[in-house]
């Protein structure tokens, strides 16, 4: 989990993949003054929202089923996503030369 500013990226380990969500912190002035506005961008979105009274979470709008995801939901959030920075490339870049050569399999003609 990340926390960037007011949301917190949470990654999901489900039996059929990863599932990426995006949870948006609110206060409870700010909940209630647009509570119809939130209860859509659950409703529709698959939003999930942190409610917090003096920086404490207190709880949590969600919806009770996940989401229908489209590919442009997956690239609305991939949008979204903080960049990866110079650090991880050159980390994956070295672990992708550090991998062990993979020995022929005996069963191939």
């Excluded at 949301?7 to 489900?14: D, E, G």
């Excluded at 409610?51 to 404490?56: A, D, L």
């Excluded at 960049?83 to 070295?94: I, L, S, T």
């Excluded at 991998?99 to 022929?104: D, I, L, S, T």
């Amino acid at each position: 989990m990340e926390r960037n500013g007011s949301a917190l990226w949470v990654v999901i380990w489900t039996g059929a993949g990863t599932i990426m969500s995006m949870e948006s912190y609110i206060s409870a002035d700010d909940a209630a003054q647009t509570f119809p506005d939130v209860i859509e961008r659950v409703r529709s979105h698959g939003d999930v929202f942190v409610v917090e009274r003096e920086g404490e979470p207190i709880c949590r709008i969600e919806p009770i089923a996940p989401a229908r995801r489209t590919v442009r939901d997956l690239v609305r959030l991939l949008q979204a996503a903080p960049r990866p920075d110079d650090g991880y490339f050159d980390a994956v870049e070295e672990v992708a030369r550090n991998q062990p050569m993979v020995p022929e399999t005996p069963w191939e003609p």
